[in-house]
């Protein structure tokens, strides 16, 4: 993209030319939840989504909605929130569904959200919160064209948060342990030298026997 004294001018990918007067770039999407406010449910003030609760169902008991037009309580988040990713689209499909069936659903999966930037994969699992400390596993990045990192975000002693790039593989491995108390493993999970699997087993053998041990007394 060139700025010229009158527009712009703009190369695509396969050499093509354009120049423009104005460029506009449209991020963000807009619910269409016309069809919901002609059946009279209700829409959140706010962000203009159909407002459903924690198994789906609309302001009518036998509607239920799911997807990027939906408000829901997201309690990662404190608010409620339409939540545009795909991920969040099939959890709460999947919990819409078991519930029409009249099960109970298991509790949604933490929010996972990616993308790519300027040659980088970048994944985010749960959700920043005021007061979260975070931390490195390993090298903080310096110029190199292709970094490979994670941001460990931690609040009252437990994972919450992670940002990480080109690291996909280990935040995967570090899904077991969010909403874990994990601050005294909290060096090595940063130690890029440690393998995870291994400090991710003792984290959870280690929750396991604190909730066996609160069962029996």
């Known amino acids: 993209m060139e700025p010229l004294p009158?527009?712009?001018?703009?190369?695509?990918?396969?050499?093509?030319?354009?120049q423009v007067p104005v460029l506009v770039v449209a991020i963000g999407l807009t619910p269409d939840t016309g069809l919901a406010a002609a059946a009279g449910l209700a829409l959140h003030?706010?962000?203009?989504?159909?407002?459903?609760?924690?198994?789906?169902?609309?302001?009518?008991?036998?509607?239920?909605?799911?997807?990027?037009?939906?408000?829901?309580?997201?309690?990662?988040?404190?608010?409620?929130?339409?939540?545009?990713?795909?991920?969040?689209?099939n959890e709460q499909a999947r919990?819409?569904?078991?519930?029409?069936?009249?099960?109970?659903?298991?509790?949604?999966?933490?929010?996972?959200?990616?993308?790519?930037?300027?040659?980088?994969n970048v994944q985010m699992l749960g959700a920043s919160r005021d007061g979260m400390r975070y931390t490195w596993r390993d090298t903080p990045p310096g110029d190199a064209a292709s970094p490979k990192f994670m941001l460990l975000g931690m609040l009252d002693g437990r994972l919450g948060h992670a940002i990480a790039v080109n690291a996909g593989g280990d935040l995967r491995q570090l899904r077991p342990l969010f909403g874990?108390?994990?601050n005294e493993y909290l060096a090595r999970l940063c130690d890029a030298a440690l393998?995870?699997?291994?400090i991710v087993r003792e984290?959870?053998?280690?929750?396991?026997g604190r909730t066996a041990s609160l069962t029996t007394n």
């Open 95 to 120: 919990i819409a569904a078991t519930s029409m069936l009249g099960l109970q659903a298991a509790p949604a999966a933490t929010p996972w959200f990616w993308t790519d930037q300027f040659g980088c």
């Open 180 to 182: 874990l108390p994990v």
């Open 195 to 198: 393998p995870l699997r291994q």
């Open 45 to 89: 003030p706010g962000n203009g989504g159909i407002r459903i609760d924690e198994q789906g169902r609309t302001s009518a008991p036998y509607i239920y909605a799911a997807g990027d037009c939906a408000s829901q309580f997201q309690p990662l988040f404190g608010a409620e929130m339409r939540m545009e990713s795909w991920q969040s689209a």
């Open 6 to 18: 009158q527009g712009v001018r703009v190369r695509l990918a396969d050499g093509t030319t354009w």
């Open 203 to 208: 984290v959870q053998a280690e929750a396991a």
